[in-house]
């Protein structure tokens, strides 16, 4: 029987794109996965550090890992949590050389994943090569600071789980040093895979049944530059993304592509033309953090937009991805309440622009101090704990009012109309209806007899605070198109 392999991983989306690379390598080598409850051979826990509750998290599931395998146990720690906190990684997982984080490997132009697969192959080899010190490095990545090179393609062997929609990440690392955030300590090498690269998994990834590709990244904005950093940007003109959408968005069977986060600036003229032309695979739904509505937090943030940059973005994609019928993207965003010196006004600013942009869903976050962070050295300027939590739920209110609230105000706008969804699992709470997104994100509940990946076109009828409701319509209903 083959030596078996289980990964755990925590934290954000290109966590879990990366956990897909480490399963090429491992089942490239022979390893078989498991995800029951018997012991695994290998256990690579791929951490994540954004908040000490996931700091917690992962040390968490290294001692379980530990644990699992008994008196000799072999654990690979990666991930961010491997790099902010090395030492206690190290003290958990029991010796340096499991501990795998990304910036330690990238001074030689190694990437994570060359180190994993090196930690692999000696402990393959057993136990006098696996701590042999005379063991050279391993050679050299194609790295390239930023251009179009430098990251893996990942060619998976299996459906990662029956997902519908699966991630495909374009772009890792960050310079723009925003004052709260760890990424630029963790992950600064700059890198993005080639176009070639992306649709060769691309194409894997419908094959393996997936009908939706989310592209994900560190900073997608800044795929195929060398630096997030736009005034730095060696020719801020060029335009790599929005050739990366044509490429991607034209591989066959895939139905729909998603563009996740992106800033003003990324946001160009070129990127909107690109997911015009493409639709109706690219969607007419963009995630645009926001932070915060005020100039003066967003000048401590060290984020490289204004209040007004931000306002032009959504008047340019509004006007851009409206269908012919009047219906208008969907846009989700990023805030962070309670941001050290934030005052009650600066919020104000924030609640304001939210009603002006009207969010269809907002991911709140109260601030947290990250060690290591400039921000989390403002000690002086930190906000209250129980103001952070008032504004946290204003926000929501806002959102969720079961009168008038943001999101519903924007799926309000999607009844009556004929839009496709892709079915992803049975409705919990009625088996006789399954749930989707629409093209413009919403959570749909239709009542059909169809399976998951099906692609369905739906009429919304009905729309409450917690739910939208549609009947399924025969394919040919014409669905809305961006012009008229
Ligand atoms: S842009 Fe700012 S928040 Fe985003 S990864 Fe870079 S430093 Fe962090």
Not at 202 to 231: N, P, Q, S
Request: charged share 25%; with cysteine.
């Amino acid at each position: 029987m083959p030596p078996r392999f289980r990964i755990t991983t925590l934290g954000c989306r290109v966590n879990h794109a990366e956990t897909r690379e480490i399963e090429s390598v491992l089942l490239a080598r022979g390893l078989a996965r498991t995800d029951g409850p018997e012991p695994a051979d290998l256990e690579v826990v791929h951490t994540c550090s954004v908040t000490t509750t996931a700091a917690a998290k992962s040390r968490h599931a290294v001692r379980r890992a530990r644990r699992r395998q008994g008196e000799t146990p072999f654990v690979l720690v990666t991930g961010c949590y491997a790099e902010t906190n090395r030492d206690e990684a190290i003290g958990i997982a029991g010796d340096p050389a499991r501990v795998i984080a990304h910036e330690d490997v990238a001074a030689n132009g190694a990437t994570m994943i060359d180190r994993l697969t090196d930690a692999v192959d000696r402990w393959l080899a057993g136990p006098s090569a696996e701590t042999d010190p005379r063991r050279p490095e391993p050679p050299p990545a194609a790295a390239s600071g930023g251009r179009l090179a430098g990251l893996p393609v990942i060619m998976p062997e299996r459906d990662a789980g029956s997902h519908v929609r699966a991630e495909l990440r374009i772009q890792d690392g960050c310079d723009a040093h925003c004052t709260f955030c760890i990424i630029p300590k963790i992950r600064r090498t700059l890198r993005s895979k080639t176009v070639g690269d992306a649709v060769a998994e691309a194409r894997r990834l419908v094959d393996l049944g997936h009908r939706e590709i989310v592209l994900t990244g560190i900073f997608i904005g800044a795929y195929g530059h060398e630096t997030a950093l736009r005034r730095h940007q060696a020719d801020p003109n060029a335009e790599p993304l929005a050739d990366l959408i044509d490429a991607v968005a034209a591989v066959p069977g895939l139905e729909r592509l998603r563009v996740s986060s992106m800033e003003p600036g990324d946001v160009t003229a070129a990127l909107l033309d690109a997911m015009v032309a493409n639709a109706p695979t690219v969607v007419p739904h963009l995630h645009l953090p926001l932070q915060s509505g005020s100039d003066r937090v967003l000048g401590r943030m060290n984020r490289q937009y204004r209040v007004d940059a931000y306002l032009e973005m959504i008047v340019a994609v509004n006007a851009a991805l409206t269908t012919g019928d009047g219906l208008p993207p969907a846009i989700t965003t990023d805030i962070i309440c309670g941001f050290p010196g934030e005052t009650d006004a600066d919020f104000e600013r924030t609640l304001e622009v939210a009603r002006r942009v009207g969010y269809l869903h907002m991911h709140v976050f109260p601030y947290s101090a990250r060690p290591g962070t400039a921000a989390s050295r403002w000690r002086d300027d930190f906000v209250d704990e129980s103001v952070k939590k008032q504004r946290v739920r204003r926000l929501i209110d806002l959102e969720d009012d079961p009168v008038d609230g943001l999101s519903l105000r924007y799926r309000r706008k999607l009844r009556e109309r004929a839009l496709r969804v892709i079915l992803e699992q049975p409705d919990r709470s009625d088996p006789a209806f399954m749930t989707g997104r629409c093209d413009h994100y919403a959570l749909v509940h239709v009542r059909t007899d169809r399976p998951r990946g099906t692609v369905i076109t739906t009429t919304i009828q009905d729309v409450t605070a917690d739910r939208t409701t549609a009947v399924q319509e025969p394919a040919s209903v014409p669905l809305p198109v961006l012009t008229a």
